[in-house]
């Protein structure tokens, strides 16, 4: 079965744009986690949603939010974009109850 | 508060065992184990639920104590394909967050 899909895979922006990424979990899986990967910081938890609804949000200024859609997809974006926030955003999938996440490749967000 | 994990950095010799460990400070309700290869998504090893049982497959196993709130990763006759940076995961009862420790990069030399 496909697996979990994000889009676009890379993606460079001006400071003070905003962006958009998007997330397709794995078919019947209705929760969806977002994390930051920087080589300094290691898994940075974003938020969790199950069944559109954040259920969890993780230590990040507002200018981060997201969604999930009735289909499971979700995406995320970021405002007002910092030099900082130049990292690696890995969205996860995961069945309800004591599973393993399935992780996505990643978008690669690089901010000049 | 996120898992502490130790060592940060092994580097060991095909054939050779290693353990991995991971610390919290919070009452866990799961432990999860992944590996990472560089410039690749981390990929799910096992979860390890309230209870301490231990689980492996292959040459790899992990166990949990929760009265110390410890688990610990054991690879055992290690290959080369088990270099990557080894991430514990912590997830609290009811809570559906996931929190990953700062991560262990194992290194197998031939």
């Known amino acids: 079965k496909a697996g979990v899909t994000q889009t676009p895979r890379y993606l460079i922006k001006t400071r003070g744009q905003q962006v958009t990424l998007s997330c397709s979990p794995i078919?019947?899986?209705?929760?969806v986690s977002w994390y930051q990967q920087t080589p300094g910081q290691g898994l940075q938890f974003l938020f969790e949603y199950f069944s559109e609804t954040q259920r969890n949000k993780g230590n990040f200024p507002g200018r981060f939010s997201g969604r999930q859609f009735s289909n499971s997809r979700s995406e995320m974006n970021v405002s007002t974009l910092e030099l900082g926030d130049s990292a690696l955003y890995l969205c996860?999938?995961?069945?309800?109850?004591?599973?393993?996440?399935?992780f996505g490749s990643g978008t690669r967000l690089t901010v000049v | 508060q996120q898992p502490v994990q130790s060592p940060q950095a092994v580097i060991l010799r095909e054939g050779e065992d290693a353990v991995i460990n991971c610390s919290s400070s919070k009452a866990l309700y799961s432990v999860h184990w992944y590996r990472q290869k560089h410039g690749e998504a981390p990929v799910f090893l096992m979860i390890l639920l309230k209870g301490g049982e231990q689980k492996g497959h292959d040459k790899i196993s992990a166990s949990f104590n929760e009265k110390k709130q410890q688990s610990s990763l054991y690879l055992t006759a290690s290959q080369l394909s088990y270099s990557g940076t080894y991430f514990c995961g912590g997830m609290g009862q009811g809570a559906q967050k996931l929190v990953f420790g700062q991560g262990t990069r194992l290194t197998i030399n031939p």
């Open positions: 078919s019947g899986h209705r929760s």
């Open positions: 996860a999938s995961s069945l309800p109850g004591g599973f393993g996440y399935t």
